[in-house]
């Protein structure tokens, strides 16, 4: 049977508390749709730990820029409820627009400062702002939980992380593995954007980011040869343009004078016109742990 769809915040709100009161755990997944197998991980890491399992598909006007694909990003509901079901969810909210903004543009917004501000923040700077206000409004909605988020988007699973702790809102924050491609492109909405030389070249992100971690376990220190590695690779590939790369301590987003024991490799680059983003967490052997 297709799993059910709720289409307003009343019904799923009273939906979910029925629920918690005879005791079960939930686990939320929320999405903007056009779902690929990435989602599906989340969903199964969700059906896995929890009792009942719901995903939303809402594509966020808050999180787009005027300039931004807002009005062209993929959509497929039909295809996205096959999945959802295939996947173990439970039941799907998606609402309108109008049922999530009824009054138009909001006056109220959540900032996480700090973590907002560098990478890309810096290339979409009012992007996270409307990232942490859907998703705090969405955890508000769906009440306490378990919800879960990849790791593609790392630094907006740190900001959810960190807005969470922040404001004692009851949701435990679970990060996700990337799911990729043979290739090694991570799966993104996006790459339906890509032409087949685009998707061939769109392999470079990952390139470099093996090419930044093979650095620091060879045991590289100083963040600038590590990341100038990384857009070399990247400026070799002619249908790429670099937009950042970045060595970062995992917990503060920020670039250190010396690289720690492990590491967050952040890249942002543009194929074509489609712009991808991607990371991996690199650490460095302890050579003194034996002596």
Same mark, same amino acid.
Request: aromatic residues 6%.
């Given at each position: 049977?297709?799993?059910?769809?709720?289409? /307003?915040?009343d019904e799923?709100?009273?939906?979910?508390d029925?629920?918690?009161r005879? $005791?079960l755990?939930?686990?939320?997944?929320?999405?903007?749709?056009?779902l690929?197998?990435?989602?599906?991980?989340?969903?199964?890491?969700?059906?896995?730990?929890?009792d009942? *399992?719901?995903?939303?598909?809402?594509?966020?006007?808050?999180q787009?820029a005027?300039?931004?694909?807002l009005?062209?990003?993929?959509?497929?509901?039909?295809?996205?409820?096959?999945?959802?079901?295939?996947?173990g969810v439970?039941?799907?909210?998606i609402?309108?627009?109008e049922e999530?903004?009824?009054?138009?543009?909001?006056?109220t917004? *959540?900032?996480?400062?700090?973590?907002?501000s560098?990478?890309?923040?810096?290339?979409?700077?009012?992007?996270?702002?409307?990232?942490?206000?859907?998703?705090?409004?969405?955890?508000?909605?769906? $009440?306490?939980c378990?919800?879960?988020?990849?790791?593609?988007d790392?630094?907006?699973?740190t900001?959810?992380e960190r807005?969470v702790?922040?404001?004692? &809102?009851?949701?435990?924050?679970?990060?996700?593995?990337? &799911?990729?491609?043979?290739d090694g492109?991570?799966?993104?909405s996006?790459?339906?954007?890509?032409?087949?030389?685009e998707?061939?070249?769109?392999? *470079?992100?990952?390139?470099?980011?093996d090419?930044?971690?093979?650095a620091?376990?060879?045991?590289e220190?100083n963040? /600038?040869p590590v990341?100038g590695?990384?857009?070399?690779?990247?400026?070799a590939?002619p249908?790429?343009?670099?937009?950042?790369?970045?060595?970062?301590?995992?917990?503060?987003?920020?670039?250190?004078?010396?690289l720690g024991?492990? /590491?967050?490799?952040?890249?942002?680059?543009y194929v074509?016109?489609?712009?991808?983003?991607?990371n991996?967490?690199?650490?460095?052997?302890?050579?003194?742990?034996?002596a």
């Amino acid at each position: 049977m297709t799993v059910p769809v709720v289409c /307003t915040i009343d019904e799923i709100g009273s939906r979910l508390d029925a629920d918690r009161r005879a $005791g079960l755990q939930v686990g939320f997944v929320p999405t903007m749709g056009y779902l690929h197998d990435g989602h599906g991980s989340l969903m199964r890491a969700a059906r896995a730990g929890n009792d009942v *399992v719901v995903a939303s598909i809402f594509v966020n006007p808050l999180q787009f820029a005027p300039d931004e694909d807002l009005d062209s990003y993929p959509r497929d509901l039909d295809r996205d409820i096959a999945l959802a079901e295939a996947n173990g969810v439970d039941v799907l909210f998606i609402p309108s627009g109008e049922e999530m903004y009824p009054d138009g543009p909001v006056l109220t917004s *959540v900032s996480v400062a700090e973590l907002s501000s560098r990478w890309e923040g810096e290339s979409r700077p009012t992007h996270f702002t409307g990232v942490a206000t859907v998703v705090a409004k969405l955890f508000n909605i769906i $009440g306490p939980c378990r919800a879960y988020f990849g790791r593609k988007d790392f630094q907006q699973l740190t900001i959810i992380e960190r807005m969470v702790h922040d404001l004692s &809102i009851p949701v435990e924050v679970v990060g996700c593995p990337i &799911i990729r491609e043979p290739d090694g492109l991570a799966m993104s909405s996006r790459n339906i954007y890509l032409s087949p030389d685009e998707r061939t070249a769109a392999a *470079v992100l990952r390139r470099a980011l093996d090419a930044g971690t093979a650095a620091i376990e060879a045991g590289e220190r100083n963040p /600038t040869p590590v990341t100038g590695t990384m857009a070399a690779v990247v400026g070799a590939e002619p249908l790429a343009r670099l937009d950042y790369v970045a060595a970062v301590d995992p917990s503060t987003l920020e670039t250190p004078n010396i690289l720690g024991p492990r /590491t967050q490799l952040l890249i942002t680059a543009y194929v074509g016109s489609t712009r991808l983003i991607d990371n991996c967490t690199a650490t460095i052997a302890d050579k003194n742990r034996d002596a």
